[in-house]
Structure formats: C-alpha cells, structure tokens
C-alpha cells in the first residue's frame, strides 16, 4: 500500500457501514465476491476491494453516502462499469465503492441544441440505442460498452476523437457532489460561457477524486446520411503515418483512422476469420453525403497510393462496415489468443501525430530486442497507440522484462513532447511519471485543488497524484 494512503479506523469504518446499512438496507453489499467483482482491473495491478458496495438509484442517494462517509472519514469510489485500465477503481484504503448501474436514465434530450441530459450510469451503447430514433447518437467511442460517467471521469476518447473530440470537448456540464454532500452545478447548457472558472473541464478526467458525477449533458450529432468504411495496408508503419498526416493536412474530415500493427492483423485474422494483408494496416471511416463520402474515399485513396499503400478497398454496405470495425473492437480478445495462459497489460501513450511513425517504429524494435509480445492499435489520427503486452506471470525474467519495456514506453513518448496516457488515465499505474511530465509546480497545483475540495481524502485515494 502506497504511503500516503492509510485505511479508515477500524471503529469509524464500522460505524458507516452501521449507518449505511440502516439507510440502505439490502443495496449495501458486503459479500466477498461483490467486493472483488468492485475491485476488477485489466492490468497486473493488484485487486483491492472495497469494505462494502452500495447501489445508488439517484442522485440523493450518493448525497447520502458520501455524507456518511465524510462523517468517519471513510474513502468513497466512485464504479461504472468497472472498464478501466489503470486501477481507478481500486480501494488500496478500503471504504464505499459507489456503483452507479441503476443510475441509467436518459434524462431529457434537445434534439434541436444537439445535447442531452443523462445520468451517469447509461452506457454509450445504450444511450446510442435511445437516440437513434431521433436521428442523433453520441459520438465518443473507447471500445468497450463503458459508461458515460466513468467515460468523463477518465477523460475517455477512442476511435472517433480525431474528428469529434474526446469526452474534454463533448461534456458540457455536470452534477457533481462534492466532500460535504452538496450539489455544484458546473455550467448550463449554453454552446458557450466565460463566466467563472471551467468547473466542467476540472472534474472531466479527475476519476472520482474531487467529486461524485451525478448528472452529465453531453454533445450530441446528427446520425451521418453515409457512412463508409474502408481499409488500406502499407508496406510500414511510417508510409500509413506519412498517409494520414497528408490526409489531415489536405482537409480530409476522417471520422476514424486506425493503426493495426502486423502483429494484431495475424491475431485479429485468426480471431475474427478475416483474409487481411498481414502487414501495417489503416482503418477509416468517412461520414457526410453520399457525394462526400465518394469524394473523401477517392481522395485517401490517392494519398494512399502515393505513400505505397494497396489493397485500398471501402465500403457503405452495413454488414460490412460492422464486420470490419467488430475486428478493430475485439482487438484485445484477438490479442489473447497469440499465447494463451499468459496475462495482458494494456497501455497508452500519444505523441504529436509528426512524431508517431519514429514512436511506434522504436516501439516495435524494443519489443524485439526485449523478447516480449505485444500488438499495437492506435488512434493514429491524433497520436494515441495502444500496446497489449502478452506475459506469463510466473516467468521472473519475462515481467522484469516486461516492466522495464512500459517505463522505457513512457519515457520515449515523453521525450518526444508525448503524454504517458492519451485516455487510459493515470489511476495508479502511472502517478510517477506525471512529474517528469508536468513538473512540479503543475504536481503541487492539483495537491492544491485536492486539499481544498477534498480535504480528508476520501475521494478515490490513492489515484493520480503521485506520493508526497
């Protein structure tokens, strides 16, 4: 356990559940598999449960807990779907786990100022599935079915950022309730203010460690009239880079554009019984008029071609563009087959986009020279690349390895005027590089922010900042 984070007294913890329990009857769970199922994470991160879970239906009802729990100083951890990847969701001091499934309405939608009002629980497929109708859908896509609060909580983006942002850009205010229970309203839900501090933009990527979202409008966009799908491969990955760059410089509004290394086409085609050249591979997607559709896909396609690609092939039948993309999204699971019995730890990091052919080249190379396996994906689009390192927890060698690849990872990210996360967030797995990252005043800022909002810690200790 992390120095700075120490467990609630034994005698205080006790008392909350007491309370808690009298307010909450049989929707505070204590059993041992609920905990660990609280406590889920994706990485090699170790699972820490919370003491107890308690299912919230509304927003009075996470005012209660938290008031509770401020009361005897007990952590409160904020869980949607439990789809992140850097341990947000670990209690390493114990307390309230808040889950926010039953908290799944969509509130209210104007259709005509494109934004709605949900509550944090709702997934994005879910809520896609209840716009649809009204020829909107919510943009903002991370490939897992996660929830919209922990998506805004974890500044989320996924394989449309490059042409709709992330969850930074498409949140236009929040509920969110602070250390003593009360309700700040963020913002209304004008297109634009300047009046007083961007309250939004702080609690967007805080992971549930200055407040509890409660309530969200997004940013909504009408469902496209075309939408084609198409793949490209290129003979490295400095040619697909070289093709992307070009096709953003020229004003192409690519919707999505990813990289498929060599190493995930091999699985992703075994995976998902498909015949793709195994080599570097670009997937887009293309949205607008049937005229402009045409137009942006011929017009890649040149560039594509004076960069070395072939094989460019799109499409606007269905089927076929939710077979090609399904194989995008079931990336992770298609990775896992490469050595069965081994442990995946997936990672991010994003450079400038003019920096990501030398940052994913070099990548590939100190995965060689290390003797690890590990597929790439990345949002090339806007920098952000993905690793899904294979590894057998009980080879010493290979995780001593595999640790110092993920450091020299960041460090060659950041070098390159990079981040050590593009959208996993910091969590626990990546609070010592924020420093080098940031410096220290940035590091002491937020300890600022924290202590004024949170001054007992009991939101999601242990997270993001780095130890004192």
């Known amino acids: 356990m992390r120095a700075d984070v120490q467990r609630a007294d034994a005698g205080a913890l006790a008392c909350a559940l007491d309370s808690l329990a009298a307010r909450f009857g049989n929707r505070l769970v204590r059993s041992q598999a609920v905990r660990e199922q609280h406590a889920h994470t994706l990485s090699w991160l170790p699972r820490q449960p919370p003491d107890g879970v308690v299912f919230a239906q509304n927003t009075t009802d996470i005012q209660d807990v938290v008031r509770i729990c401020a009361r005897h100083k007990v952590p409160v951890i904020p869980y949607g779907t439990g789809t992140s990847l850097e341990g947000q969701v670990n209690a390493p001091a114990g307390g309230i786990c808040i889950d926010m499934r039953d908290m799944n309405r969509l509130i209210a939608v104007h259709a005509d100022d494109l934004d709605c009002v949900i509550e944090p629980g709702i997934t994005r497929k879910t809520l896609n599935e209840l716009l649809r109708d009204q020829g909107l859908f919510f943009p903002i896509d991370p490939g897992a079915d996660a929830s919209i609060g922990g998506m805004a909580a974890t500044r989320a983006s996924g394989t449309n950022a490059v042409r709709y942002g992330t969850m930074r850009d498409n949140v236009v205010a929040m509920k969110v309730v602070r250390a003593d229970g009360a309700i700040v309203n963020t913002a209304s839900r004008a297109k634009k203010s300047s009046a007083g501090y961007d309250l939004t933009r702080l609690f967007v990527g805080s992971e549930g460690t200055l407040g509890v979202i409660a309530e969200l409008t997004i940013r909504l966009h009408g469902i496209p ?19 992307t760059i070009m ?122 020279e290390s003797r690890l396996v590990s597929p790439i994906v990345g949002h090339v689009g806007d920098g952000n690349f993905h690793t899904i390192l294979l590894c057998d927890m009980t080879d010493a060698d290979e995780l001593r390895r595999a640790e110092g690849f993920l450091h020299r990872l960041v460090e060659r990210a950041q070098a390159m005027d990079g981040t050590c996360t593009g959208e996993h967030g910091i969590g626990q797995g990546k609070q010592d590089y924020l420093k080098g990252e940031l410096g220290p005043g940035a590091i002491e800022t937020m300890r600022m922010l924290k202590r004024a909002l949170d001054p007992d810690n009991i939101f999601n200790p242990g997270k993001i900042l780095p130890p004192e």
């Open 247 to 368: 096709a953003i410089q020229t004003g192409i509004p690519l919707a999505r554009i990813e990289l498929l290394d060599e190493v995930q086409i091999k699985a992703s085609n075994a995976y998902s019984k498909l015949s793709l050249p195994e080599t570097t591979l670009l997937l887009l997607e293309f949205h607008g008029s049937d005229a402009e559709v045409a137009a942006q896909s011929e017009r890649f396609g040149e560039i594509a071609r004076d960069c070395g690609g072939g094989n460019f092939e799109w499409t606007t039948k269905a089927e076929d563009r939710t077979r090609l993309w399904q194989a995008r999204h079931d990336a992770y699971w298609a990775a896992r087959g490469i050595r069965p019995g081994t442990e995946s730890v997936t990672t991010d990091v994003c450079v400038p986009i003019s920096r990501l052919a030398e940052c994913v080249t070099e990548t590939q190379r100190d995965l060689r």
């Open 225 to 243: 009239e075309t939408i084609a799908a198409a793949s490209c491969s290129f003979p490295t990955v400095d040619a697909a880079c070289r093709a």
